[in-house]
């Protein structure tokens, strides 16, 4: 239990007994200056320097906080909103003088401000029946490094940052949804990046607000860099992402084709994830209107709505659905500033109520498909910030959560053929952690977060280690 409104006397250590936190510390640093000699030690005698250089440490700090008389109190404080080192030291019950001594030492290594809401710091104090003595501290500073001071043998206070040795590996996410998406990868390790990947790689597939509920599946496998908590410090490639909507489930491979700068998305067929025409042109939207027969919100009566209405905040940013030409940008009436866009086989798209245009979105300019063509707004006649998107065909609108155009992009024979090759490396990686996962015996419907080391794709291993 932590305390956030006063120190909580955790228990003290009986003497003799290792002090964990800054053992593993130790433990780390040691193994840390053992990695440079990689390749000439055998795992044994790596395996037996290791357990020495950690008695070894554990005997220096425990030394060096217990030469003198009194017993080790180990106090937890949460950090609470604005709060910085120093007071937090005070409300761990520091004596004022040896807090400040204590965060001279600090000083030079950590700014005391930078500290985050909810961090926990474990504080130590030495008490011999009368007043309680500051004898040390240990925290994480960031994520992968921790912060220790403690007192040495001449009393003074000694801070020192241990940097955490990070492990790459290939993570997979298995998870029910079940507050949204978001909550489901972000609690499985997954960082905002994939979840935004997730989001293009679907944009032509699924309308997140409507198709996506409780229960659904979701499946990602992605290179990530955790620390020895296991916690992900950052993530390289995505690989693969699945989606089980309703028992519709999709699922794309990462895929670099030769001589392309950036990667793109494939289903096992190796048919491209990008469609002719994107079904939601706009990122974090809520579709708030459908195509179809409704009441008009200003004039009243009964009208078919001939497009898809997005509600999303003003300056949001809309994507061209495909690449094509721009046929009209500019004040249209009700439409308010209006861009309409040419495609080929008869296809045209429309955006409505922009706040204003993308940067050089004018009549005759190419654009490509995602490229910003505007931002929400609510010009011409509308009840508030939202997108109007109209799909037409040979000038009739169509609905289009309907559309089923057939995608551009595909992979020549060669590139399918590698393709294949980075597929089945994938998929084997997912049956690996499915078969760890089902060895731990997790439990349904839990996000399940399995790691195998393996080797990375292309670039990930930069600067393995900080
Ligand atoms: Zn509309």
Request: no cysteine; aromatic share 8%.
């Amino acid at each position: 239990m932590i305390a956030g409104s006063g120190p909580m006397v955790l228990g003290s250590w009986p003497r003799g007994l290792r002090w964990p936190a800054l053992a593993v510390a130790a433990a780390a640093v040691g193994l840390w200056a053992l990695g440079g000699f990689a390749g000439t030690v055998s795992p044994e005698l790596r395996a037996r320097l290791a357990a020495e250089a950690e008695a070894q440490a554990i005997v220096a700090e425990h030394l060096a906080f217990t030469g003198d008389v009194g017993v080790p109190e180990e106090r937890e404080v949460q950090v609470a909103s604005g709060e910085t080192l120093a007071m937090a030291l005070n409300k761990a019950g520091a004596n004022p003088s040896e807090a400040n001594a204590l965060l001279n030492s600090v000083s030079n290594i950590f700014d005391g401000r930078r500290l985050r809401r909810d961090q926990i710091l474990k504080v130590y104090f030495e008490s011999n029946g009368a007043e309680a003595r500051l004898t040390g501290l240990a925290f994480r500073s960031e994520p992968g490094a921790a912060i220790t001071v403690n007192r040495t043998f001449d009393g003074q206070f000694r801070a020192r940052q241990v940097m955490m040795p990070l492990t790459f590996e290939v993570a997979r996410i298995a998870a029910r949804v079940e507050k949204s998406l978001y909550d489901s990868a972000i609690a499985g390790g997954a960082t905002e990046k994939e979840v935004r990947q997730l989001a293009d790689i679907f944009a032509y597939d699924i309308d997140f607000q409507r198709d996506i509920h409780p229960g659904d599946a979701l499946e990602l496998v992605f290179e990530r860099f955790r620390d020895d908590e296991g916690r992900t410090v950052k993530t390289e490639n995505l690989l693969f992402v699945s989606l089980d909507a309703r028992g519709a489930a999709k699922s794309f491979y990462r895929f670099k084709r030769e001589g392309e700068a950036t990667a793109d998305w494939y289903d096992a067929n190796g048919k491209s994830a990008r469609k002719f025409l994107m079904k939601t042109p706009i990122n974090g939207a809520r579709l708030s209107s459908g195509f179809g027969l409704r009441r008009h919100p200003i004039l009243g009566y009964s009208a078919l709505h001939k497009g898809t209405d997005f509600a999303a905040p003003t300056g949001t940013p809309i994507m061209a659905a495909g690449d094509g030409v721009v046929v009209k940008a500019g004040y249209n009436g009700g439409y308010g500033n209006y861009v309409r866009i040419r495609h080929s086989d008869g296809y045209e798209t429309a955006y409505a109520h922009m706040s204003r245009f993308g940067r050089g979105v004018r009549p005759g300019v190419r654009v490509s498909q995602q490229q910003v063509i505007g931002y929400v707004g609510s010009t011409g006649r509308s009840t508030g910030p939202h997108l109007h998107y109209e799909v037409l065909l040979r000038g009739q609108q169509i609905n289009p959560m309907r559309l089923r155009v057939p995608t551009g992009r595909n992979l020549s024979a060669t590139e399918l053929a590698a393709f294949k090759i980075e597929r089945d490396r994938i998929d084997a990686l997912r049956v690996a952690h499915q078969r760890e996962a089902e060895l731990r015996g997790a439990p349904r419907g839990q996000a399940i977060v399995t790691a195998a080391s393996a080797v990375p794709s292309d670039g990930a291993i930069r600067g393995g280690f900080r």
